[in-house]
């Protein structure tokens, strides 16, 4: 994708100095690049409905019977939704404050807004807070997916999942293996689909480069570098002041503990090839009960990323300034609102949250186009983003065996 990148950019521009305005290249670009562009984009956009309700119900179903599990699993779920807030918020005030994706002309901001998608109607007057909470829940899920009002889809996605943990039935456990399957299969195409990605790239960073020159490039450098300021503050800050005053150890120990799965995360770029090195570190390094560390980490690693649900908040806000779509208030809060539950529903695989930050894209009314300038730098942020995740997973699982007695030996934290 890299390459794609690239090859897109450079020819681009190329063809931007050389050929701007000319016919040829208008014919070039609206019968070759931008359809083999949407066609790549449209094949994303078509596996997100059953991704999103398969790995949300199955994230949130994962967590078991509440009423059994107790105070374990309350306090994974509250620490999950408390530090994917924390992340979310951090990311989108960086974003804000940066600016990354302002800089371009207004009437080339007009131009591909006019070519991308269509922004949403702004609410009817008169709509208010307790309409929008009313319309959260769907009359109709199937004309929801339709529609693709996708907050009532994810809505509906929780449901499905906690009555999947509230039902201790053999009907229900076989309706989670077939929702497994839905999410294997889903799963399997997103992997063909993004293997025609360094294609898809290219086209799309064609199309952008042509009608823009190099002016984006100096903007995707700009959102690389917030995007990682963000996750360097959520690493070293957040999870830092978590496992001292929650957890009750010392970061550095932590930290030193926790490497061999960061260098795992960071080289796989996967939350679940990372899991059995994780399960390792907590009780080798961190000495963590097992009954904890097993379970909090397991379900960290789909439930509890928090890197990535920061990632896709930078990544909807910058491509909104991009294309000078004005979001307000409360569509901001709708995105953080999104990207919390992303956090969860997000497949802890390479390239598993391009998916959802489409889906959001589509939501507010930003052009999706502009996905192609991030798929070009997302395997660099994704190995970044999911070092987060797990190193988040591990801060979570400190956090929640604090108080917790281990079940072979009496204390799990005062080992040296």
């Not at 059994?68 to 951090?90: C, D, E, F």
């Not at 569509?331 to 609102?337: A, G, H, M, N, S």
Request: charged share 10%; net charge neutral; hydrophobic share 55%.
């Amino acid at each position: 994708m890299l390459i794609g990148l690239v090859v897109g950019a450079a020819l681009g521009v190329l063809a931007h100095v050389t050929m701007a305005g000319s016919p040829w290249l208008a014919a070039f670009i609206g019968n070759v690049t931008e359809p083999v562009g949407k066609i790549f984009l449209r094949a994303l956009f078509m596996l997100v409905i059953p991704l999103i309700i398969s790995a949300l119900a199955l994230g949130v179903a994962g967590l078991g019977d509440i009423r059994q599990l107790g105070r374990i699993g309350l306090k994974t779920l509250a620490y999950t939704v408390a530090v994917s807030s924390i992340a979310v918020v951090i990311g989108v005030t960086m974003v804000n404050l940066a600016r990354p994706g302002e800089g371009l002309p207004p009437e080339l901001k007009q131009q591909l807004l006019q070519r991308g998608t269509t922004v949403p109607p702004a609410p009817a007057a008169g709509a208010t807070g307790i309409d929008f909470l009313v319309q959260l829940v769907p009359s109709n899920v199937v004309k929801a997916m339709a529609d693709g009002d996708m907050l009532a889809v994810m809505v509906f996605a929780l449901f499905l999942g906690i009555g999947l943990a509230l039902t201790p039935t053999d009907a229900a456990r076989q309706f989670e293996v077939g929702l497994q399957g839905v999410y294997d299969v889903v799963m399997r195409l997103l992997g063909l689909v993004i293997r025609c990605a360094p294609v898809g790239v290219a086209c799309l960073l064609f199309t952008l480069t042509a009608q823009l020159g190099y002016e984006i490039l100096r903007q995707l450098t700009a959102y690389v570098a917030v995007v990682i300021a963000a996750l360097a503050l959520q690493q070293f800050v957040v999870y830092s002041l978590s496992v001292r005053w929650l957890g009750g150890m010392s970061p550095l120990v932590f930290f030193a503990g926790v490497r061999d799965a960061m260098v795992t995360a960071f080289s796989t770029a996967s939350s679940n090839a990372t899991l059995p090195t994780a399960l390792d570190v907590a009780e080798r390094n961190l000495h963590l009960p097992q009954h904890v560390s097993r379970f909090v980490l397991t379900i960290g690693s789909t439930a509890n990323q928090n890197g990535t649900a920061l990632f896709e908040g930078i990544t909807v806000l910058f491509l909104a300034q991009f294309y000078g779509v004005e979001l307000s208030l409360s569509q901001q809060f709708t995105v953080v609102f999104i990207c919390i539950l992303g956090g969860i529903g997000t497949a802890g695989v390479p390239a598993g949250s391009i998916p959802v930050v489409a889906m959001i894209l589509g939501l507010v009314g930003v052009p999706s186009e502009g996905i192609g300038m991030i798929l070009g730098v997302d395997r660099f942020l994704d190995m970044c983003r999911t070092t987060i995740n797990v190193t988040g997973d591990l801060a979570a699982a400190v956090v929640v065996s604090r108080g917790e007695k281990s079940r072979s030996s009496p204390s799990p934290l005062t080992h040296p």
